[in-house]
């Protein structure tokens, strides 16, 4: 059973900084596609920063130059450095795992969520 478990939220003035960890169990987690999405109330979740198994990064175009996404094998971990903060970045941020099925397609797991908040 994959778990993830994410940490780092909280409460941050605008242009201020957050990093948030997701540790994973349960997988081999070097094969795993590990993402952020984020969802602000009465919004769907989106897409913040994917990283492929091998280190390949995806942004959305409203985090980009802001955060970066970055994970460490030998952890188990993934993180999300999020930096220049503004109020819309508010919202419960999850974590994603794509893991391989070895079907060529891969099953989902997410985390419980973080919440993060940003003041102006």
């Known amino acids: 059973q994959v778990q993830l478990v994410e940490s780092g939220g909280g409460l941050v003035q605008a242009g201020g900084s957050l990093r948030l960890s997701c540790a994973a169990s349960?997988?081999?987690?070097?094969?795993?596609?590990m993402g952020w999405y984020r969802q602000a109330p009465g919004k769907q979740r989106e897409l913040v920063a994917t990283?492929?198994?091998?280190?390949?990064?995806n942004y959305a175009d409203s985090v980009k130059g802001r955060f970066s996404i970055f994970r460490d094998n030998a952890k188990n971990t993934v993180y999300l450095q999020m930096n220049s903060l503004k109020p819309e970045d508010t919202a419960v941020y999850y974590c994603?795992?794509?893991?391989?099925?070895?079907?060529?397609?891969?099953?989902?797991?997410w985390g419980q969520g973080t919440q993060v908040t940003v003041s102006s």
């Open positions: 994603n795992a794509g893991v391989p099925t070895g079907r060529g397609t891969s099953s989902d797991y």
């Open positions: 349960g997988s081999i987690f070097s094969r795993n596609r």
């Open positions: 990283v492929t198994s091998i280190g390949l990064t």
